[in-house]
């Protein structure tokens, strides 16, 4: 192909639950395009919904997730796109977007597949024999015949080599940080988790944790903000006064609790690398994660404290944090990692490298 122009990202919803794929889908685009003028835009396989979460970006709606060859033709026909300077990336698996992603490479447009954790050992063995049969039949050849396929963690590549026995290339996730070093003076020390309130993020160990741990303690604050995948109903009996779900939060009322918040909570079962462990890291957060998070540069540059999904684990955690003062120290230390290898120049570049690098094709 020639020097790329334009990037179409596919995704199954731009819906509040899907955030985090869609939120890293995009991440780079006004620095790619300020810098190298590649423009992009999102295809959305359902219909049209209400908001407009990516202002800017050029949205097309795949006619209630209709991606028959045919369909998908007419639509490259009509908004001009051209296989010598279009690249599609698909977000996920197990959805339409990698079948779209396959329908597209089979009309000469290259394609790159994002699967976004969701071939990580945990997260295949949940509904395992349908998983492993649709992957048999569908989502492995998808995979085998993608033009790269991208991980966005060092563990997700090592398991997705593993898996494939194909090349697979590396570019994490980034985040763009805030433009002032937020001061952490808030008399209360918060505890944040925020992240949708699904089974596999450990919300449930966690608030029976906190009741162990916190009971009683009015100087500690479990935050619990995020939309609600059936957990809600769950953590009911766990909250009080010092442990509150707050529901989704977006924009300044988002960005208001990482500037109050200490510590940031995901013992996660299975991620692919979350974004929001560096928004709260870049808001001198300090994480308590798991290695299901795929982060394990937390643990080797002792960025954070390991926080498994396991009650008894949380619970010894949290009842040690709550004696000690926050270490405001490596709060700043935890800033300046994620600005020195997760901005949005330097995963800018790396995103760019691999665009690039499809016109060796």
Known sequence: MNRPNSIIHIVSSLDAVNFGIWNAAFFGSAYLEKKYRLKSACWVCREQQPGDPLPGIPVTYLNGGNISKKILKELA????????????VSHGCWLKPSRAGYAL???????IHVPH???????????????????????????????RVRAVS??????LERRVQREIVLVENGVRLPDDV?????????????????????????????QKAMDGRTDNLLI???????????????????????????????????????????PSFSEGFPTSVLEAMSFCLIPLISEGCNFPEVFSEKLGYRAEPDERQLTDLLADLRERPFDAALSLRCRD????HYSEEVIGEEIHKLYISLQAR
């Not at 490479?105 to 394609?111: H, I, Y």
């Not at 050992?121 to 992957?135: C, D, H, I, T, V």
């Not at 060092?154 to 398991?159: D, F, I, L, V």
């Not at 937020?182 to 988790?193: G, I, R």
């Open 224 to 266: 619990i903000a995020g939309p609600d995948e059936g957990e809600a109903v769950k953590i009911k009996p766990f909250l009080s006064d010092n442990a509150r779900y707050v529901g989704p939060v977006y924009g300044a009322d988002k960005e208001d609790w990482l500037r109050k918040a200490h510590y940031y909570l995901l």
């Open 154 to 159: 060092r563990p997700e590549k090592r398991n």
């Open 182 to 210: 937020p001061a952490k003076d808030n008399p209360v020390t918060v505890f944040l988790f925020m992240a949708r309130l699904h089974y596999k993020k450990g919300l449930l160990p966690l608030v029976r944790a906190w």
């Open 77 to 88: 026909v009509l908004q001009g796109l051209d296989p010598q300077n279009t690249i599609f």
């Open 105 to 111: 490479s089979g009309l000469g447009f290259p394609w």
């Open 337 to 340: 990692y994620v600005a020195n």
């Open 117 to 147: 954790g969701m071939l990580e050992p945990w997260s295949l063995r949940q509904g395992r024999l349908k998983k492993s049969l649709y992957y048999f039949f569908r989502e492995k050849k998808y995979i085998l015949s993608a033009t």
